[in-house]
């Protein structure tokens, strides 16, 4: 948990574009956006991700859902994509759960 960047952005040793911040959830900039928008949303206590939570875990989880409404209603931003990669094989690089708050373009998935 101690190189854990994740971790290091919340205690503020290492430098992010916090965007939101409460109890629970800090969010900030993805470094590399993947959209016009593109916030990652982490809850400040270390879970390494969803197969890693536990039943203590569920309003924590809730409350990274409801940030997420949050940030996006204060951007005006009606339609949102949410994502959480789980585990390497999924593409999750960072070993610290967080979700990926994502607007401004078209998806891929679904067609259309
Ligand atoms: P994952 O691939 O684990 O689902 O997502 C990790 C995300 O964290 C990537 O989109 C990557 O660009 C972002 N990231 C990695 N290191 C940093 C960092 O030091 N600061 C910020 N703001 N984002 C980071
Ligand atoms: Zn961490």
Redesign the pocket.
Known sequence: MNDC??CK?ISGE?K??IVYEDDFVVA???????APT?I?IVPKKHIENIAAASEEDALLLGKIQLAAAKIAKDSNIKDFRL???NGKGA?????HL?Y?LMAGRRFLWPAG
């Open positions: 960047i994740f952005i290492i992010s574009q900030f900039k993805d470094l590399n956006p993947q593109h990652l994502v959480a990669n593409g999750q690089s960072v070993m967080h990926h």
